[in-house]
């Protein structure tokens, strides 16, 4: 009796990892894989992607994302925090949002096309921790008060600068995402944008820095963008029997042998040191805010009353 078969084949990639990524902390951070440009586009029914983040011991890889046509699962740490890219039909890259040091490692792409895979692997490494944050700030009176000199002074007070252009830029590569344009350093008001919408410029235009160019720096009036540097102290959470109201608070921190915090304390805090509290606190400009580590869960509750709304403190 003779036994005929059909081959599976198996297109697999140069061993060696060829493609290596950096990242900051907290960050996101795309890892790059395309379908070759002889396979069909990998919305196609039958093509598989599944992205593993590699061990060692291949018997303890971990399985990051499965895409099947519409059909996208995640697992593990990686739930809710990772998706494909999908820039354009052949794009199977994947887009890990707030890195974390336990995320650096070797990763495998693998797109099945029936009995033909083609499997690329990516190292994300040099996982470091940013060298400071920008923040969107406006002032008690609401939205768009500040002069350019203003959003100067507004900044400082917060323990932070005016940001650059090349600040807000490294920002918007990291995920942020914010509707409200502000002054930069240079005297150019922008502001950054991930996901395109109809109120921020359009649902149409690319992601990028929109651009209103430069503004006259007396009569224009806009946000801020700010920037803070590492900590010089300890931001922490203030326990106290009773909420308090904004002079309470004050006197409060004054009485532990400190000082209430800064926006840019807080931001610091929470980007750069992974800060989490689901509780709002008073803030030095008379704000109540919370930070949670995501960004896309920042929480502000914009200059309440001082004297009759009661938060505990930072």
Known sequence: IECTFSIACMLIADSDVAVKVMADLGANVT??????????????IGIRVKWTKVAEDEALNEDVLLSMGFHKK???SFEDRVYLQERDSDDASLVITDVSMDDAGTYRCEIINGMVDTIQEIGLEGISSPTGVVFPYSP?????SFSFHEALQACLDQDAVVASY????EAWKGGMD?????????????YPITKP?????????RPGLRNYGRRDKY???FDAFCFSTPLNGHFYWLTQPEKLNFDEAVQA???????????GHMFSAWKLEGYDRCDAGWLADGSGQFRVHFPEKIQKQAHPQRTYLFFGLF
């Open 140 to 144: 008690p009176l609401g939205r768009y």
């Open 219 to 221: 009569m224009s009036r």
């Open 178 to 190: 914010w509707c409200n344009a502000g002054w930069l350093d240079d005297g150019t008001v922008q």
């Open 31 to 44: 890892l790059p894989c395309r379908l070759p440009q002889e396979s069909s586009s990998f919305f196609s």
């Open 166 to 169: 090349d600040q807000l830029f």
């Open 253 to 263: 921190c004054f009485d532990d042998g400190a000082e209430i915090a800064k926006v």
């Open 74 to 76: 995640t697992y593990g």
């Open 197 to 205: 919408r109809e109120p921020c410029g359009g649902a149409n235009n």
